[in-house]
């Protein structure tokens, strides 16, 4: 008896759970503000197109993107992960709206253009969530990638060593900042000195992942750094 009405119930059960399933993906879509626009860069096509195609696929994230950097905090109120990647002047109020942010425990990306030292009259920006910064790099060409650390979920699936051509930026640690784990670094050819390329800031409240790589084409389209950013992230969600 009780079988046969398992049974007679079936259908129903199966599409009770299937909406279930979809509801439940839909819910875990991560909602990610890229914010993009300044000088130097093509951030329509790296940021808005590229980099928002990548965390899209599959229903990971909900991209919203913006080259407005006064509509950040009203932006920032619905979003799970800020990825910063514009080197435009920031008002004081957006600047407070990025910090509540990052207090509030909230993931945070920052890309290739917003680890440059561009706000001088913002110290603490560099200081306490890029916890350093560049202020030079080398001219556009070709370099070697390699990740140091393969256990962090940042760097699952990615292969240990890469070629790509970028900007390899010369970050430098601030010794005043909450310090970095570093996950992938560079070197080139006839240079003993490496710099970090991908690394977590060591925030006491927000996950923060800082991609220095991102210049161009030869980084937004590999694989490498596709998978890099879906994994950072998903690991700054939280999921
Ligand atoms: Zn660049």
New binding site residues.
């Given amino acids: 008896m009780k079988n046969r009405f398992i049974l007679k119930k079936l259908p129903i059960i199966v599409w009770l759970l299937f909406m279930g399933s979809m509801a439940h993906a839909a819910q875990k879509s991560i909602r990610v503000l890229i914010v993009g626009g300044g000088t130097?860069?093509d951030f329509d096509r790296w940021y808005k197109q590229a980099d928002a195609a990548t965390l899209s696929q599959g229903g990971l994230c909900k991209v919203t993107y913006t080259a407005n950097t006064d509509s950040i905090a009203i932006y920032l109120a619905t979003a799970d992960v800020l990825y910063l990647a514009t080197n435009q002047n920031i008002n004081p109020a957006n600047r407070a709206a990025i910090f509540a942010f990052a207090n509030a425990g909230k993931g945070l990306i920052l890309g290739?253009?917003a680890l440059?030292y561009n706000w001088t009259d913002w110290p603490e920006y560099n200081r306490q969530l890029v916890s350093g910064g560049a202020s030079a790099?080398d001219s556009?060409g070709s370099f070697d990638e390699e990740i140091v650390n393969l256990n962090h979920p940042v760097t699952k699936g990615v292969e240990q060593k890469f070629t790509l051509k970028?900007?390899r930026?010369h970050y430098l640690a601030d010794p005043a900042g909450p310090g970095i784990e570093v996950l992938a670094n560079n070197h080139v050819a006839g240079s003993d000195v490496i710099y970090p390329s991908i690394f977590v800031v060591k925030n006491p409240k927000a996950r923060i992942v800082c991609i220095a790589l991102?210049?161009?084409t030869a980084s937004h389209d590999i694989k490498p750094y596709q998978t890099l950013l879906r994994n950072a992230v998903k690991w700054v969600a939280h999921q």
Avoid: L
């Fill in positions: 130097s860069h290739h253009p440059w790099h556009y970028d900007e930026y991102g210049h161009d």
